[in-house]
């Protein structure tokens, strides 16, 4: 499962601190005035050093329009909110929601229509290595 970041606003001149929680786990953050790269190398470390307990690892896009990238290799749902008001998706680069209090759940893509392509696909794979065999017939 995969979240993509939230774009950046550049130059902001105030500096936040405060705790997210992602995945049920705490984690400590700041914010750079000034300096979107260093909030999102700083924010990108201080989850990938929880990610053990979150089963979740941050990429810093290098970008102010692409923010830090939240990846859970093994698919579990991602749920991300922001304990602070001055935590936000704009000065933290996460995808976090308007009101940074609230949380958000990003669900793993396993939706039933997925699993009936996949399916399909299984199927269709099949279908064709049986035609093969007997036309070597």
């Known amino acids: 499962n995969e979240v993509g970041g939230s774009a950046m606003t550049a130059g902001g001149a105030a500096t936040a601190a405060g705790t997210i929680t992602l995945n049920g786990v705490d984690i400590a953050v700041n914010t750079t005035a000034n ?21 979740v690892t941050a990429e810093d896009t290098g970008l102010d ?4 990238k939240l990846t859970a290799a093994d698919g579990r749902n991602i749920t991300l909110k922001a304990s602070a008001v001055g935590l936000t998706a704009a ?3 996460l995808a976090l929601e308007a009101t940074s209090t609230t949380a958000a759940t990003y669900a793993a893509r396993d939706e039933p229509e997925q699993r009936g392509l996949h399916r399909d696909q ?16």
């Open 65 to 68: 329009s692409g923010g830090i």
């Open 91 to 93: 000065n933290t680069g």
């Open 122 to 137: 299984q199927q269709r794979g099949r279908s064709e290595e049986l035609g093969a065999a007997c036309r070597d017939l």
């Open 35 to 55: 300096d979107s790269a260093t909030t999102r190398a700083s924010i990108a470390a201080a989850i990938n050093a929880k990610s053990q307990e979150t089963g």
